[in-house]
Nanobody
Framework: QVQLVESGGGLVQPGGSLRLSCAASRSIFRVNAMGWYRQATGEQRELVASITVGGSRNYGDSVKGRFTISGDVRNNTVYLQMGSLKPEDTAVYYC?????????????WGQGTQVTVSS
């Protein structure tokens, strides 16, 4: 069973930076993308950023220009560098990975790591 293990969350002041890391516990069969989602209290889970095995990146509108996703998707690692953090970035951040065949995609989720932006 594949597990996604996240690290790097915590408390940071507004305007500060934080880096999240995620790695799979074992190789993901035919991995095609990894990314980060977040869920604030009382809100729906939303895309933060994703990166494909080919290196294409996609960002949620609210984080463009402030967050950067990187990693080695083929080796099942992904990072999220967060800068110019705002209180509204406070949420549980979840690592995500997708793999498998086109007709039978498997999605994996990490356990989540809390990011709190507060003075």
């Amino acid at each position: 069973q594949v597990q996604l293990v996240e690290s790097g969350g915590g408390l940071v002041q507004p305007g500060g930076s934080l880096r999240l890391s995620c790695a799979a516990s074992r190789s993901i069969f035919r991995v095609n993308a990894m990314g980060w989602y977040r869920q604030a209290t009382g809100e729906q889970r939303e895309l933060v950023a994703s990166i494909t095995v080919g290196g294409s990146r996609n960002y949620g509108d609210s984080v463009k220009g402030r967050f950067t996703i990187s990693g080695d998707v083929r080796n099942n690692t992904v990072y999220l560098q967060m800068g110019s953090l705002k209180p509204e970035d406070t949420a549980v951040y979840y690592c995500n990975a997708r793999g498998g065949w086109v007709w039978a995609t498997t999605t994996y989720w990490g356990q989540g790591t809390q990011v709190t932006v507060s003075s």
